[in-house]
Each structure stands twice: as structure tokens, then as C-alpha cells.
């Protein structure tokens, strides 16, 4: 696609970056610039993350604005968005403090933030697919030359023709879930330290509405211990509107075990409230957090949709009216193999259970998939929503 030129600036970032560290450059590029010297930055291993939570990720920048040097968005809700790098490492949770150190070495001024140019040259926490034929969902698709570059998150399909890519275009464009046709100078990646192929979805995935927090996020925390991946999101009591949601792009249709995960304490809520959004409706359970955490704790087999839909493959859990801290700490949906005759729709002789109104589910894209109101910045990079975080 032959895109205008400022999205070859977009991607040509090393080749920009001794400009912009001088001029000054865009406000993105900039904090990288002021948050302490590269020498300082510790090389880390990469988080293990699962293949469907870094596809989430990217499926909740859907509909955002391309934005030169953006790497955050808040999910599901029109604005600004990232650039094309910026979606690839934000997805793949692959912030700064990742780049390696012998980077800074060779190149003094280089803006601590991957470019196309890392992706391409395997300067970071990945490495290379050989053959397109073996992408896996999760992987991305990189082109870098001449100091210009475009990269794209790839989620199925022949590698080859036409494959389903997740991609932030060009300037004026929004972010967006297509199957194009790639050139064969675009080259496959695949991050580091990825886990099974499980359906699962760490907190960082969760959208969320924080009720009493004043920066709208739930807070993240590692004071208890049990927890999956880097932390987990806590949430005080409150009857203002506050709940998390984890939707995943769910490969088919059909019945799923759903277990989530939390950190117990005696702080916690033993009434924290479940919504499971289903194809046959919303169903409501209530939680124990003050024990059985560390565990992935079974809410139950429920009967899904294929794709991504908050109304029929959700899972919401809220700290409004709880008596106690609320956890979000991870989801995991594990499809339950069933006779074609027993994957038949469940057919409802009751009503569906329903609790208090779930969070809105948003207008639908035009690719007409269902985005809800949020306000949980996917920020990897910053930690904002660390101030004056209560040890819970
Ligand atoms: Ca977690």
C-alpha cells in the first residue's frame, strides 16, 4: 500500500533520532529521552507473555488514531494511538528498559525506544522466523531500508497471502485489524518468552474503570505473593463504577472452561462480583478473594462466540460494592472439546441470571466488532497509575 509520506518518517526512526534528540522531536520520543540514561537501564528477559494476550493487546487499539511516536492508547476508546513500532512493542510488552545496553554503546543518542530498525536487525528480547510459512499469532512482520521501515502484528492466516495483520498505517489512519498482501521485504519475528498457546490474558489486557481512583487505573502491585506474570491490579471497595474486563479473540465458537486468578489477603473482598458475557446472555458470580489465591480458580464452562466481543466472550470483574480489595490479576479460557452435536448452541429454558448493568459495551467499529467505554491506559512504558499506590 502506497502510504503518504509522513508514514515513512514515522517508522525511520533511526535514522531520525539524532535529529530529534537535538530539535527536541515529538512529546513520546522526548520522555524517552529524559527518563535517565540508557547506561543506567538494566537489561531484563523480556515477561512471558501468551500469543492471545499479545493479539489482545493489539485488538484494543483498534479505531485509535496513527500517531508519530505514540506507544500508548487507552484501549477500545477513540483517540490518539500508536505508531506502527509503537503498537508492535506495546503489544508485545517489550518497553524501554529492554533495550539492550550495548545499544547505548554504539550509538550515544539513541532514543530508548524500539524502531522498525531494532525489529528488522534483531536488536531486542526476539528473534527470527525463517520462513513465513511458520508465523504464529503473536509474531509480527517488519520491513526496514534506507531508513524507513513498517512493521505489523500478525494474527492468522497464510503468511504468504493475504495474512490477518494488526497494523497502525500511516498518518490519518486508524489502527486496524486487515488481511493484506506483504512484500516479500517484510521478514518475520517472534518475541521472546512466549507461553503456550493457552487462551490466557494477564492483567496488563484488562480494561479497566477504577471508581475512586482519581487516575482512573487500578493499581498495580506485587505485595502479595501468587501472582501470573510481572504483577497484578487492585482495586479498593467502592460504590462509585469500577471493574476490569478481559476479552479475548476467541478462535471458535463454542464452550470454554473459564478460571480466573487473584492474590488473597485478608483485605480482600469475599464478594467480588463476576460477570460472564456469553452468547446466551450474562451470568453473574461472586468470588472469595480472601482465599484460594495463587490458583487458578474455575468459574465454570460457558458457551462463547468466535472473535472478539465483549457481549459474548468477556469476562468482568468488579470492585463496586465489594467489601474488600478486588483483584485483577489474569483470565485463562481453555476451549472444551465437544461431538459436533454437543457443540450445538445451548438452548435457555430459563432466563439468564443478570446482576447490575455491565460496563457499556461501546460502539461497534467499522469492522463492526464491540469496543466498550475505557479508561485503562496500556502503558508499559510509564507508570503513572504507580502514584500513590496503596500496598494491597
Ligand atoms: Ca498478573
Known sequence: MKAPSRK????????LRRVVAIAGGCAALCGGLLAGPLAAVAQAAAPVMSTYEIVARGESAIGTNYTWGGESWVPNQAGAGPDCSGLVLKSWEVPQTLLYQEEDGVNADII??????????????WSEVSDRSQLRKGDILVRYSGGSGHVVLYDQGDGWNNPIIYEAPYTGAQVRRVSRYLDSSYRARRRDNLGDDSILLDNPTAKSTGGSDVSGNWARSTSNAGYYGQNYQVQAATSATAWARWTPRLPATGYYNVYLRWTSGWNRASNARVHINTTNGQLVRYVDQRSSGGAWVKLGRFYFGEGYSTGSGSISIFATGANGFVVADAVLFRPYPLTARQRQPPRMTRGPARGPADPPRGPRTASGAPYGASSFSSTAHTSPRLAGAQKS
Not at 8 to 15: E, I, M, N, P, Y
Not at 114 to 121: G, K, Q, S
Open 8 to 15: 515513512t518518517s514515522s517508522c525511520a526512526r533511526a535514522r
Open 112 to 125: 530508548p525506544r524500539y524502531t522498525t530498525y531494532h525489529f528488522y536487525y534483531l536488536l531486542g528480547p
